[in-house]
């Protein structure tokens, strides 16, 4: 099966004659149509989309086959896929697609396992991947050059260094429990 990336997303409809907002998720916004067909996640519907013009943030679009506001509505929150293939390489060495790194194997420093990616995630603070660690519980670590010093997709594999993060969460729970309902009070 080929990996597919999410490019962009329809976000409604706007007036009466089918035109739908789509936003996009490409690094140049005008280029969520130059790299193939798109499709849904499943790859079972295909849209033929010519972009309009602007509103807002989002692209006005016209889809083949729709010609209604309700059919326009419909399509609000599909997202839009193209094949993996279809996208250029990254030109820098410390820029990945999502879709790259999932599924790499994770290692600690010394080589030993510590996990699969299992997702990648940006809640506004930088990248965070999830890890399904080898127990089989999820690991939330930032990512960064720090805490994922070498990322290595050919070889499948990235190298999670988690002496700092362990440390930082070891030593924020000591003073939490040391200062805790601590007063400098004693008690009756």
Same mark, same amino acid.
């Given at each position: 099966?080929?990996?597919? !990336?999410?490019? @962009?997303?329809?976000?409604?409809?706007?007036?009466?004659?089918?035109?739908?907002?789509? /936003?996009?998720?490409? &690094?140049?916004?005008?280029?969520?149509?130059?790299? @193939?067909?798109?499709?849904?996640?499943?790859?079972?519907?295909?849209?033929?989309?010519?972009?309009? =013009?602007?509103?807002? $943030?989002?692209?006005?679009?016209?889809?083949? @086959?729709?010609?209604?506001?309700?059919?326009?509505?419909?399509?609000?929150?599909? %997202?839009?896929?193209?094949?993996?293939?279809?996208?250029?390489?990254?030109?820098?060495?410390?820029?990945?697609?999502?879709?790259?790194?999932?599924?790499?194997?994770?290692?600690? +420093?010394?080589?030993?396992?510590?996990?699969?990616?299992? &997702?990648?995630? $940006?809640? *506004?603070?930088? $990248?965070?991947?999830?890890? %399904? !660690?080898? #127990?089989?519980?999820?690991?939330?670590?930032?990512? #960064?050059?720090?805490?994922?010093? +070498?990322?290595?997709?050919?070889?499948?594999?990235?190298?999670?260094?988690?002496?700092?993060?362990?440390? &930082? /969460?070891? @030593?924020? =729970?000591?003073?939490?429990?040391?200062?805790? *309902?601590?007063?400098?009070?004693?008690?009756?």
């Amino acid at each position: 099966m080929t990996a597919k !990336i999410c490019v @962009g997303q329809f976000a409604g409809s706007h007036g009466v004659r089918g035109l739908v907002k789509l /936003r996009s998720f490409t &690094a140049e916004p005008a280029d969520v149509m130059a790299y @193939g067909p798109l499709t849904d996640e499943a790859g079972s519907r295909r849209f033929t989309v010519t972009l309009q =013009g602007m509103v807002k $943030d989002n692209f006005l679009a016209k889809v083949d @086959g729709v010609t209604s506001r309700e059919q326009a509505q419909a399509l609000a929150g599909v %997202r839009l896929y193209v094949d993996r293939a279809a996208l250029p390489e990254t030109e820098d060495g410390d820029e990945f697609y999502h879709a790259d790194l999932i599924g790499l194997r994770a290692e600690l +420093v010394d080589g030993t396992l510590y996990g699969t990616v299992k &997702a990648v995630y $940006d809640f *506004g603070a930088g $990248d965070m991947l999830e890890i %399904r !660690i080898a #127990s089989g519980a999820l690991e939330m670590l930032p990512f #960064s050059k720090a805490c994922v010093p +070498v990322v290595d997709v050919r070889a499948g594999r990235v190298v999670v260094d988690l002496p700092a993060v362990i440390e &930082a /969460r070891e @030593g924020s =729970g000591d003073e939490a429990e040391e200062g805790e *309902g601590d007063s400098g009070e004693e008690g009756p």
